[in-house]
């Protein structure tokens, strides 16, 4: 059914010296050569685009499938440009392919949908151009090739190369075999040829195919586009300064020559490409199905099918902590919503040896639809933003709770531009004392629910796991994260809210006749709350236990909703098994925290959670004693540093 | 002066068949295996174990330099173990050497002198390695090869090769060549050995010498270990399962019949060269500083000679801001303090290119005693650790405050083991608006107060900057981060306190006869909020501004201290350029926070001032109105999360 196009049309066998259609390239490079003299630009950038041009003219000119009249179409060659460094190539290529409507647009992100990718942090762009070429393999094995059939292309920076998060994502597009993936990239001007040749070597050694090009040889980078055409590996296209070639001195035309003559028709092929793939869109029988995933539309009948299928996957759950619920939540959404793709770390399901010893236990299935991403969390993230911004996909993640630290900065391009990923992150809490103090969560929370457009939830029962997922998934911000928790005495649902509901991201499960104390947990915490209330109400202090799963959706109801929920007097206390720092919002100057102001130890779980007093009978006694001395002095004074631990460790000089 | 010991000492010449210095390794590596024998471990585990176990032996045997009478004298080697799973092996390898005191500490960091590292995420502790090699090719420079002249060993796995962390940090020792760095690893027991054989290209592709050796070989190791001493980079050795010989049959020892043979001469050994150390250390004439650097003390008179090095140097500073003074308190701690070691990003001084081009414009000084770190951030924040856990340094880095996300893992690492580490973190605040919105920190604050054990300073003058740049100096508690800020208008000095000090983390800056209102404020917004306060006045409205550069110092005073600071009564305005997430600590339920809320835009800085509204005037205007509307519903409505933007982008299907 669909004609896919041969490497031979894009470029016709040569007869010696330069075909026609390669001196309508070169002279397509000259005119963009002239727009980019016009820009005001320092030098070394100049260098390097200069460098770039004649490459990235022969891309554009005989290559890429772009249709200025919609830059935006499904089936378009990705072409990301991940540094503003980079952008006036692009701007010149625009140009220069004639969209004069969007050459009003300013080249920001979410201005110019020409413009794939917001700028980022070194790296990142590439980052999420493998996530692109995931996406594309993806789909094209679900929709095949007629529907499908596009390249991604990076014009990275040899500075994006060396960055850990690049060299992750290559080893992933590597060994995913992302083979329609190619970085066009050249040396900066002041860089060190051996060191960039050893990012070449480290490319190599990722699974990719790694050419080196004349950058102003133009058959060469014929040869090398027609080669990547043909690939079965990711591919890095070196562009060399000549050591003998130069950049052929000035003809005599302008860019508005050269657009009235050679170029219009690189935009007509692009436009041709892309009606003959309407038509075929236009029969094919999975047109709605990709229509609606494209436009991110629910099927219908899709929560009753999804909340069906995680209750059959909770049947035969090992147990009823968040973690296990939410992982079944996701299993389950795979098997309604064909379009999620899940990356899952290897620390996602990351098992302490204790645990693993134990009868009965057995390996978690690994998730449907996706790819396994060992540890190299940060390069999975930033693949994560490529398969949002492709479009046509659910990106979702499993990691662990701990991995979120590498994984921030491709967080943060999430939540700055507002892309729809889902974040699992296991293992919160202090599941993972036995393996050491490093690893216990404290402030990751905190730093999380400080982003802006990302939503946070920490679920306290198997039950809340899946309304805060369905409250996830229609997030509209941003990104969300689910922090889990494999805590096991987790009940399977709470008891009915007395007042509002989880969906409104805080609501009260217990209210007293007369309420003196109001306990305020999210996560595992909260059956603990409920626990410790019950040991308040036999000593009569009438407390309300208030469930706090999503302090962004919280924070967004009305302000008598809020005051309802926490309480208008009384005592208020704060219980999560993380820091406390922000807790305040909700506590008051007067409030109490139970938490963990300092990094963990290693010991088995429950013995940390009675350390850090996280435990029903100790927050029993600390309120008490705070409802008996608070006719004392009040001030933050929870809030103080604990003593320096003494320094073990220290040079011995002295002894013989 | 020092007595170098040659490869040929530890290595004599074998003559056919194994010599008898190697029968006596191949029986200690068989009193190895049978003690981890008795440990309780996962298959796999065992699998790796045992094939690391004979070479493992062999360095500590032949090579080390260890003395178990004194595991922490200065000039030993470090024998680095990263990863729980590899402990066993250190272990045993502590039993063997005979150190019994040691052997009833827990094998804990902080407990134990032989663990030089706390087991953190994957790839840190080769990081951590390369940053002690850096340590001893930066003192034995500093003090000769007679009193510095050990190699750090890192005993890895394969997993630690693959992270972004490990590829930056290897590229990072290439670049400096650390060719006293050697790490040791094996393939695990479910690796597919194609993508181990492409970590050592990735590692040789980034200037390490690789050998592969067969690990049951024993004069093969020997040779590696041999080759390593003699190396000119760093080494990575890769331990490969043996393809034809197995490991040899158990022989009729136990370990304890081993302890009273062979294997006490390593022990000796150590002691000796220790010994001969202590002698040389008697009477080399750099004694003092030495030891003076060792126990992190002081030189007398430092904060004179430092703070006049400081002035001398902020005659010639560009502006007031506190970043050219951080800086310049930099340079001249440098000057003061020969243990200073300073890693750079190239990020720390990004310049805007429209700042680059203004007239009297010079590229800052590079810092003196430190490395220029690139890009490489994560792998350099990996390092520091390091710096600090090898000893006798004051390791320090200056890098943009943006990077802190890809830093966060190690940072974490040295909070947690309390080291000495000083951030310097530029380019806070709306600085660099004009390269676009994704740049512009706003969580990072939040997420670095959370941490436990680190201060966060936020200086708000250049005066101030020196003094928390002394108080960063002289916190026990871990690590200090120093933001810093270009913003130009930043005043040189403050007003004198009113009340309070710089150094107990905030104090009142004026004190009006009746305070109604309390600015609070930090870094370059204290001098926004002293205008604010002007304007204030001039509506008849009395306003306190009070400084609050560090909260973890503030937070440590007695809580009258804060009362009196903060203010009893009247409406509380914190001002900070950042998130607002934790700001309810100081401002209390009824404050109002000027700052951002979301993520920035590309404008320049005093647009993107105007446009949060971080202006004297709009503090003006929303305080009156605050104050005003002060009767009406009471709640924290500041919090609420502002509309979604309008998608821009999605695919357009139906275009013709």
Redesign the interface.
Known sequence: MATVLSTDQYFPEEDGGLSAQQISVARMGHAARLLLRAETL?PDTRTVLDLMCLPVTALWCRVLRFDP??P???DRDRFVVPS?TMLPLLRAMLRLTGGKEQMALPL?Y??H?ALEV?????GQGVAAAAGMALAEQTLSRRFGRSLVNHRTWVLAQD?DL????A??AA?LA??FGLDRLAVLVAPSATADLA?FT?????F????WTVRKVDATNLPAITTALAATLRARKPTLIACLPSATATIPADQKTTPEEELTGQWSPTARRGASTRRSW?RR?ARHRQRAEF?RE??ARQPTLFHEDWQRAWQWRMRTALDTSTQESGLAALHALSDTRPELVCLTASSAYSVP?TV?EQAGWRAPPTVPGGQEC???E??MAGMLNGLALH??LLPCCAASM??V??M??AM??A????QKVLYLLTDDGLALGD????WQP??QL??L?????LAVFRPGSAEETFKCWEAALQW??GPAVLVLCPRQNTPQRLPAPAYGSAVRGGYVLKQPEKRQVTLIASGPEVAIALEASHHLAQRNINAAVVSIPCW?LF??QP??Y??TVLGNAGLRVGIEAA?G??W??WL??DGLFVGM???GT?APANALYERFGITAEAICEKVEHHLFASGA?R???L???DQ??T???????T??
Chains 1, 2 share one sequence.
């Open positions: 320092l009249a919609a935006d179409w499904p503003t920001e979410g201005r949908p917001a700028p980022g942090p070194a500075s060396v960055t850990g998060v060299m992750e080893q590597g060994r060191d050893d990012s070449l070597t480290r190599s050694g990722s699974g309407l869109f229509e494209h436009t040896p693993r060992s540890i190299q940060h390069g479009g046509g701990m991995t630290d590498r921030r900065s943060r391009m939540a700055f531009m507002r393996s050491g103090g490093a404290v402030e905190a730093s629910r400080a982003t802006p457009n509209q911000n962004e924070a967004g302000a008598s809020r005051r820091s720092f922000g305040e919002r008051g100057p102001d300092d990094f290693s002095a001030g933050p004074s809030y103080a540093p320096p631990r320094r073990v460790r220290g040079p011995l000089l002894r013989p």
